[in-house]
């Protein structure tokens, strides 16, 4: 860490190493799209190589990234609602080889019902239950106050049961 802050690039490809299938997963969840999640990744990567001299914990750079990638995909969310552009593509996200088939469907359908929900309350749900992010967590990440962290919360997952139910 000490070596990336002070520049070395090596130094930080292997922190990209280590923490891209992290940030990639998160981006995916949150897109549905694997190419837009790898791109949006990269830009949080690039945007972490910039500004990694003002984190200020080394020990925290986990989350940092993982504030970076939400950032980014908060931005790609509002600058693609400005154009009136959906932020959810209409093809399914690719499973990542699952080796049993309802699992292939199971996962499906989760990313399908997440589709469904606005970006901000499909943020919020991703971070709370695949994430296992606190809400005061969540608030400090999105810049949301808690109360609408919980709403978001509270209407996705009310949202996705009622979506998933169908499937039962």
């Known amino acids: 860490m000490a070596l990336a802050m002070a520049g070395d690039d090596a130094a930080y490809g292997e922190l990209v190493r280590r923490r891209q299938t992290q940030v990639r997963q ?41 504030q970076l990638a939400v950032n980014t995909f908060l931005q790609h969310a509002r600058l693609a609602s400005t154009r009136g552009e959906s932020t959810v593509p209409s093809t399914a996200l690719e499973a990542a080889s699952p080796t049993h088939e309802s699992m292939v469907s199971e996962r499906l359908d989760l990313d ?15 971070l709370a239950y695949s994430e296992g992010m606190s809400h005061r967590e969540i608030g400090e990440v999105t810049g949301l106050p808690i109360g609408t962290v919980k709403s978001h919360i509270f209407r996705g997952a009310a949202q996705l049961r009622q979506l998933l139910e169908a499937y039962a």
């Open 26 to 66: 998160l981006l995916r969840r949150l897109c549905r799209d694997a190419a837009l999640a790898d791109d949006l990744a990269q830009q949080t990567f690039l945007q972490g190589w910039r500004s990694l001299a003002s984190l200020r914990a080394p020990g925290a750079f986990g989350a940092w990234v993982r």
């Open 112 to 126: 399908e019902a997440l589709a469904q929900l606005p970006p901000e309350a499909r943020l919020c749900v991703v």
